[in-house]
């Protein structure tokens, strides 16, 4: 079992920025894989970056260049740094963690409550 709490949500103005943090407990081998998603009213989930446990990451083309997923496995913290941010930013950001590499699709086992973002132009 895994448990996931997201923080450092909130709203900021467009080319603001945030870093969302994810602390993980449980079973470190179930965290191997995690990602953050987000998701706005009337929208499907969507997969913003993934990265293993080795580092290795992968994003989508939209945040490419303007955010950056780490992950500290000492202090079992998951973060996305999110740099000039723009309204379509606009979601509740979840993040997700498996023993296997979903990449940016929605499969995985784990899931947090979310933390919102708003991003006002």
């Known amino acids: 079992q895994v448990q996931l709490v997201e923080s450092g949500g909130g709203s900021v103005q467009s080319g603001g920025s945030l870093r969302l943090s994810c602390a993980a407990s449980?079973?470190?081998?179930?965290?191997?894989?995690m990602a953050w998603f987000r998701q706005a009213p009337g929208t499907e989930r969507e997969g913003v970056a993934a990265i293993d446990w080795a580092g290795r990451t992968v994003y989508t083309d939209t945040v490419k260049g303007r955010f950056t997923i780490s992950r500290d496995n000492a202090k079992n913290t998951l973060y996305l740094q999110m740099n000039s941010l723009k309204p379509e930013d606009t979601a509740m950001y979840y993040c997700?963690?498996?023993?296997?590499?979903?990449?940016?699709?929605?499969?995985?086992?784990?899931w947090g409550q979310g933390t919102q973002v708003t991003v006002s132009s």
């Open positions: 449980g079973d470190p081998y179930t965290r191997d894989y």
């Open positions: 997700a963690a498996d023993r296997v590499g979903y990449l940016l699709l929605p499969r995985y086992n784990y």
